[in-house]
């Protein structure tokens, strides 16, 4: 079976995790500390704070801000149901609005319309590693005056241009951008997250609320030879990173330049083994951005079964996923009041189909896709 994804993990990464048990501090502590550091080093960012998962960075950047019920959240339909549920879980209502049916992120035109005095927030979802155009999307959240936060899950190595410059997501360009380490994505811890912003006070906001609202963390009152009794002083929770994972992810971390520039590579070789076939639309990449290719996603011709070519492609031993979902199909979300035309968010979902890609990919691996692919599009 060739998997859709397949993370790289091996003995250094298992040394890691080991040292980090046999050193008696399990829970969020060095490790943690260390990769944080590392990690707002690596993108560019003056602090980053991990956490237990994406999804729960999410909800800490919007509690940071304070966003609760009454308030409005801009963002993308088509993405993980984390994005939506993240906001819904303080309350506050998510505004879909359509993506950019060429790069299937946010659509920056779209995004005034849906502007209104309740909106405190603008979360754009760096979809499948694919940069958004945040050049467009600052500008408008600076202009009116909206927190613009980065949902980066799937883009940790992704690069963009600023004016002249290549920096990578992270630095970050909003006011806030948050990584996953899920092992779908290219580096993993298993789960966990991260932060970042330029921000001091909210990655203050960040570290209080991760740890029950805690006043000192276990690192300062277990290494301080004064007693120290710690105060709780707001509501928070509990989104701790384990030592072990960081420790892990900070060796993921050294690897990640170089799994970058494999799977650009497994990217391009796909662009040559599939670019010529009518009807066949690959993805596209902005000359202003630099995808780490999380997914490679096509879309299919109109006369193509999505699910029957998928199940094909399955029985010949390709596994392969249907387009990124669209979270206002979902029952939690489905007899919500829709504002705005989705028809492109829609498409992407029902006629794109993720292929396989990871950092170990063999051509002859590559080639058994293609080939298997190309006699779908022989079909019909």
């Not at 939506?84 to 303080?90: D, E, F, G, K, L």
């Not at 060429?102 to 920056?108: A, F, H, L, M, Q």
């Not at 494999?262 to 076939?277: I, W």
């Amino acid at each position: 079976m060739i998997p859709i994804a397949m993370p790289v993990l091996a003995e250094q990464e298992a040394d890691a995790a080991r040292a980090a048990v046999l050193s008696g501090w399990v829970s969020q502590g060095p490790q943690v500390a260390a990769f944080e550091r590392e990690f707002a080093a690596f993108v560019g960012a003056p602090f980053a704070c991990a956490v237990s998962n994406c999804t729960t960075a999410l909800q800490l950047a919007l509690a940071a801000l304070d966003v609760g019920p009454g308030d409005e959240v801009i963002t993308a339909s088509h993405s993980f149901i984390a994005t939506a549920n993240s906001i819904r879980n303080q309350g506050a209502v998510p505004i879909f609005v359509d993506v950019d049916p060429e790069t299937y992120n946010i659509d920056p035109r779209r995004l005034a319309d849906a502007i209104t005095p309740r909106t405190r927030a603008i979360i754009a979802v760096h979809q499948m590693g694919m940069p958004c155009d945040l050049g467009a999307l600052t500008a408008l959240a600076d202009r009116h005056g909206i927190t613009l936060i980065e949902d980066a899950a799937c883009a940790a190595g992704s690069e963009i241009q600023i004016k002249e410059n290549w920096e990578r997501i992270g630095k970050p360009h909003g006011h806030i951008a948050c990584f996953s380490f899920h092992p779908r994505k290219v580096i993993t811890t298993g789960e966990g997250g991260m932060l970042t912003t330029a921000d001091a006070d909210l990655d203050r906001k960040f570290r209080l609320l991760r740890q029950h609202g805690m006043s000192v963390p276990d690192t300062v009152r277990h290494g301080s030879s004064q007693v120290i009794f710690e105060e709780y002083l707001v509501s928070g929770y509990n989104f701790r990173m384990t030592d072990m994972q960081a420790a892990i992810g900070r060796k993921q971390l050294e690897r990640l330049p170089d799994l970058v520039a494999r799977r650009r590579a497994v990217a391009a070789r796909y662009a040559e083994l599939l670019g010529n076939f009518e009807g066949l639309r690959l993805p596209t990449e902005p000359k202003w951005a630099k995808s780490n290719w999380q997914s490679y996603c096509v879309r299919l011709p109109n006369r193509l079964d999505q699910r029957s070519v998928m199940q094909n492609l399955l029985d010949q031993g390709i596994a392969t996923r249907r387009g990124i979902m669209c979270s206002h199909r979902e029952p939690p979300y489905v007899k919500a009041a829709q504002r705005h035309d989705l028809r492109h968010s829609e498409l992407a979902q029902d006629r794109s189909i993720l292929l396989p890609i990871y950092a170990q990919m063999s051509e002859a691996e590559q080639l058994h896709v293609a080939e298997c692919l190309k006699a779908e599009l022989a079909k019909g």
